[in-house]
T-cell receptor, first 114, second 111 residues
Framework: NAGVTQTPKFQVLKTGQSMTLQCAQDMNHNSMYWYRQDPGMGLRLIYYSASEGTTDKGEVPNGYNVSRLNKREFSLRLESAAPSQTSVYFC?????????????FGNGTRLTVT | GQQLNQSPQSMFIQEGEDVSMNCTSSSIFNTWLWYKQDPGEGPVLLIALYKAGELTSNGRLTAQFGITRKDSFLNISASIPSDVGIYFC???????????FGTGTRLKVLA
């Protein structure tokens, strides 16, 4: 049982390049999330998908787009990478809202933009 | 954006000592979660709390959902070297799917 799988694990981009971070979960969860983690800032929500077919902005959505491809997969796209997007990106999933629905995280994608 | 106030930011303790950390918010939450993150890995769920006043244990870890619903506490008893890591709290308000995270408590255990 893999849980939440993120690819790639590491990526280096030049300013202006684009890329897509992939996330898949095998827990039959309804909700999926993208967070970024920066030193001293904790985890900040970029986008989330409460259920298949819906997406909503979180705290820091600028510069990102997302796609909920199906129930299992939720991708994060950087159209034109900037150095300020250097961070560790975590995907998470949950059963979906309400009681007994904590987040389960992947192991992250470490992105450096030069 | 909204963030939780988590304290302390970091702490050094001796092996065998008890540890306490807490999170406070200006908002009322209906769920509190506590996570531990090891270097190079994603956060792992330790304890989930769903009711004001609730006290829940997981081995040497005990967490409480504050009565005001604006705070939560995590205690670790008899710390061991593998307790080293960053501990995060997270809260969720009623009717939303979003979880807000604290800035973390970095724990270092001296053998």
């Amino acid at each position: 049982n893999a849980g939440v799988t993120q690819t790639p694990k590491f990526q280096v981009l030049k300013t202006g390049q684009s890329m897509t971070l992939q996330c898949a979960q095998d827990m039959n969860h309804n909700s999926m999330y993208w967070y970024r983690q920066d030193p001293g800032m904790g985890l900040r929500l970029i986008y989330y998908s409460a259920s298949e077919g819906t997406t909503d902005k979180g705290e820091v959505p600028n510069g990102y787009n997302v796609s909920r491809l199906n129930k299992r997969e939720f991708s994060l796209r950087l159209e034109s990478a900037a150095p300020s997007q250097t961070s560790v990106y975590f995907c998470a999933s949950s059963l979906g809202g309400g009681y007994n629905s904590p987040l389960h995280f992947g192991n992250g994608t470490r992105l450096t933009v030069t | 954006g909204q963030q939780l106030n988590q304290s302390p930011q970091s702490m050094f303790i001796q092996e065998g000592e008890d540890v306490s950390m807490n999170c406070t918010s200006s908002s009322i939450f209906n769920t509190w979660l506590w996570y531990k993150q090891d270097p190079g890995e994603g956060p792992v769920l330790l304890i989930a709390l769903y009711k004001a006043g609730e006290l829940t244990s997981n081995g040497r870890l005990t967490a409480q959902f504050g009565i005001t619903r604006k705070d939560s506490f995590l205690n670790i008893s008899a710390s061991i070297p593998s307790d080293v890591g960053i501990y995060f709290c997270a809260g969720q308000t009623s009717g939303t799917y979003k979880y807000i995270f604290g800035t973390g408590t970095r724990l270092k255990v001296l053998a």
